[in-house]
């Protein structure tokens, strides 16, 4: 054997180690895992529903109600309180540390988040000017267009390939909303005009962001995007109030809605876009499709009892088509016949445990939709009033009654 060979067997045999072998890991230390969040993901949801009712209804409620017509100096208000307090949370907590990872120049913010916050702004203006003429329940229908009006936005701005058969599918959508347009009884076309700019102003905006957002340097959470876009949109607001509102409006009708009122409507509008920040963070895009359409359902519902508005049987069959199209337009057959199969499962080993519960469920349901059914096609010429007074009478208790004022 030469010594090539020699060499060569030496090197292939291994070696015993002449001495103790120190590890490279301590065992005995556990690597510090994140600490997990005891919130159930349910208050998230339960927090962004409520937070998006209540701001679309207290903006109806100061428009409306209160009388205060202003809707672009209330959408510059909302603006400036946004972009005061996203300014103090960039300084003093870790919520818009995200901003820290967008390249954000002069020369981008001028060619992407001017314009963008430009449509968002009209947007806002048109959203605000709706409530003045139609109801809450008639602007959540139309909103429904919204995913209509982004598909084809993003076919005009080549983002996606025109598709005959998702056509087909948002033109579902298209034809509940007229069904519910038809039906609804107060039908005012300025209205109607206003919320149909505001969808289209709205489907601009999300495909602009989502030509911004395809690159991963401009990748930006809701709260982030607000403390771009804030500033812009309250300048551009205020352009426009400054010559449309601001001439008209008296200290009077601001103190007859209250300092303090007005404070919480900008604390809400923003502490929403706080929800959706961790909404986000928590849940998946099914629960976010299918929070939105419980939302709208509950704020129809919340019309209906704040305001009295009169939904039409043919309005609800027009807005079930409308929310079934967009269901099955965000998530696709085979993702819903999944979920659909787990829940019959889930409703069968449901009634297998509890089945007198299940019936109970089942019968108040039955019961629910009747009242809505009976409740909407009932004749627009019954006053609710009269017979409440009436029934008060025949059970001794006292009708208060208001002097008429001359």
């Given amino acids: 054997m030469g010594v090539e060979e020699k060499d060569r067997a030496s090197g292939e045999s291994p070696r015993e180690p002449t001495g103790p072998v120190l590890p490279t890991v301590n065992p005995d230390v556990e690597k510090p895992q994140p600490p997990k969040s005891t919130i159930h993901p349910a208050l998230y949801v339960i927090v962004w529903i409520s937070l998006s009712s209540s701001v679309i209804l207290f903006n109806k409620w100061i428009l409306s109600t209160l009388g205060f017509a202003y809707p672009v100096l209330l959408t510059t208000y909302h603006l400036t309180f946004a972009t005061i307090m996203t300014q103090i949370l960039a300084r003093y907590t870790t919520l818009l540390d995200g901003r820290k990872t967008v390249k954000m120049t002069g020369r981008v913010y001028l060619r992407a988040i001017v314009p963008i916050g430009f449509f968002f702004s009209l947007s806002l203006i048109c959203g605000n000017l709706t409530y003045l003429y139609l109801s809450v329940a008639f602007i959540q229908m139309l909103k429904a267009t919204t995913p209509v009006a982004v598909l084809i936005a993003s076919w005009s701005l080549g983002l996606s390939q025109p598709n005959l058969k998702v056509f087909l599918n948002v033109s579902v959508i298209v034809v509940g909303v007229i069904i519910a347009s038809i039906g609804e009884i107060k039908f005012v076309w300025i209205g109607v005009i206003y919320q149909i700019g505001g969808v289209i102003f709205e489907a601009l905006r999300l ?87 419980l939302k709208d359902v509950m704020l129809v519902v919340a019309s209906i009892l704040i305001w009295g508005t009169q939904v039409t049987g043919l309005q609800f069959f027009g807005y079930s088509i409308a929310l079934g199209g967009m269901v099955y337009y965000k998530l696709g057959y085979e993702q819903l016949k999944g979920y659909a199969d787990e829940a019959g499962r889930q409703w069968a080993d449901f009634g297998n445990r509890k089945p007198v519960l299940r019936r109970l469920s089942i019968i108040a349901l039955v019961l629910l939709t009747l009242f809505v059914v009976l409740g909407g096609l009932a004749p627009s010429g019954i006053d609710a009033t009269e017979y409440l007074n009436d029934a008060k009478a025949k059970m001794g208790m006292s009708t208060a009654t208001t002097p008429a004022t001359p």
């Fill in 207 to 293: 495909t602009m962001v989502q030509r911004l957002l395809s690159s991963a340097e401009y990748k930006m959470d809701p709260l982030v995007s607000l403390y771009y876009f804030a500033p812009v949109c309250a300048a551009m607001n205020f352009m426009v109030a400054l010559f449309w509102e601001l001439p008209k409006v008296s200290m009077e009708e601001v103190y007859a809605v209250g300092l303090f009122t007005l404070f919480l409507n900008g604390l809400c509008a923003f502490l929403l876009n706080v929800s959706v920040v961790f909404l986000i963070g928590k849940t998946s895009s099914l629960v976010l499709t299918l929070c939105g359409v």
